[in-house]
């Protein structure tokens, strides 16, 4: 009997130990697999390619240059092949803040990045977490280390980058009755991710030495508290004008900013850069409104106009605490009730006139294909306007190229 016991034991040790090492060859083919993508992304020279994208999705900030200067630098110390004889790489050395005004483009700086690498690098995971909705470890919640959990399984060193939002909210004390200050727990737990270490998680450990950490917020409070200081009586007595309010409000956000808030100087201190965005000027947004019309008439089949009061109400809206992130929103809406009017009439139309007058208000028409759409279109899908007219609307850029690819076959 105490053999069989034995033997079972000593079984399931074997069989433990061979589930083990499975795991361990399967993480280091991930790693390697990782590694090989992004040199292979690295052999086309694709800096600019990558900047020019995020030039077009991310308007208007110039700093953007320093974001991919800085991803790229990452993704190109990290993918150097491990021999044992080079110096090991820590993602930490690139771990970035981004202090960025509310609507200026931050978690579109995100979406850019997973959209560009997702058809890229597809082995290059990015992931994106509330900060403020954590709680100390030990504490119910959320605690620090779930923010790396999606990166349990992806080798034995991970690469990829985790986008820290609302990152502003925990550098400001939030007291607790029985617990101190709860905020400052938490920056003390995130110390541990972002400094690169193996870190223990409910679902399994993950080693974040290679993982790159990037911080992102508003920063609004810290701006108003400039503000308020600058209020405060000058020499004899004078109040600070409306000029230093306003230089004190749009002035860089600083390390020195962050910690005398309230700010871990040990967590702050790990990130190696800190970038500013800048609020969006007003040809920058009226370049987002037409962007946003532009992708909304390709999807909708229409051509979209804008009359002035519909548009002095989007710049309002990007002027506003949301900044321009709910442009295409309030734009797609009013497109979209005027999408489903226009099908319940005639849905056999070729493409919609949409004017709108204001936000609230528009008017709409049908018209058919000019010459040159059905020219365009046919040189992209050879009869598809004639097979189905509500097929979708190329866009100008789309059509171009299409008909001169189509040129070129036929000489």
Not at 50 to 56: A, F, Q
Not at 78 to 107: F, Q, R
Not at 385 to 396: A, D, G, N, P, R
Request: hydrophobic fraction near 35%; glycine fraction near 6%; charged fraction near 25%.
């Amino acid at each position: 009997m105490t053999e069989t016991v034995n033997q079972n034991v000593q079984n399931t040790e074997e069989i433990n130990n061979l589930k083990n090492e499975i795991r361990q060859r399967n993480a280091v083919l991930i790693d390697q697999e990782t590694k090989r993508q992004i040199r292979e992304w690295l052999e086309g020279n694709p800096y600019q390619e990558l900047l020019e994208y995020m030039k077009s999705r991310v308007m208007g900030q110039e700093n953007i240059a320093i974001v991919v200067a800085n991803v790229y630098n990452y993704l190109k110390n990290v993918s150097i092949p491990d021999t044992g004889m080079e110096m090991p790489t820590h993602g930490n050395c690139n771990n970035m803040i981004l202090a960025a005004p509310s609507g200026s483009g931050k978690t579109e700086t995100y979406r850019a990045f997973k959209d560009y690498f997702k058809k890229r690098i597809p082995a290059l995971r990015l992931t994106i977490s509330d900060v403020s909705n954590l709680t100390a470890t030990g504490y119910r919640g959320a605690e620090p280390s779930s923010i790396v959990e999606p990166f349990l399984g992806c080798g034995l060193e991970p690469i990829g980058i985790v986008f820290m939002d609302e990152f502003d909210k925990i550098c400001t004390p939030s007291y607790s009755a029985n617990h101190g200050d709860v905020h400052l727990e938490v920056q003390h737990n995130l110390l541990t991710l972002v400094e690169g270490s193996r870190v223990e998680t409910k679902q399994g450990y993950v080693n974040t030495n290679k993982l790159l950490f990037i911080g992102m917020g508003s920063f609004d409070q810290f701006r108003k508290k400039r503000e308020n200081e600058s209020k405060e009586p000058i020499g004899f007595g004078a109040v600070g004008s409306d000029e230093i309010m306003e230089a004190a409000h749009a002035a860089p956000i600083t390390r020195e900013d962050m910690i005398s808030a309230g700010g871990c100087y040990e967590l702050i201190g790990r990130f190696s850069y800190i970038e500013n965005y800048h609020p969006l000027d007003q040809e920058t947004i009226l370049n987002i409104i037409k962007k946003a019309c532009e992708d909304i008439a390709d999807q909708f089949h229409c051509d979209i106009n804008l009359e002035e009061e519909a548009l002095e109400e989007l710049f309002e809206s990007a002027n506003s605490k949301f900044g321009c992130r709910l442009i295409e929103s309030k734009i797609r809406e009013v497109v979209l009730k005027a999408y489903s009017e226009a099908m319940q009439k005639d849905g056999t139309w070729d493409v919609m006139d949409l004017k709108i007058d204001t936000l609230n208000s528009y008017t709409f028409e049908f018209r058919d294909y000019t010459e040159e759409e059905i020219e365009l279109e046919e040189a992209f899908q050879p009869g598809s306007i004639h097979k189905e007219k509500t097929v979708q609307k190329m866009s100008f850029e789309e059509r171009m190229e299409a008909l001169i690819q189509a040129q070129t076959q036929q000489d």
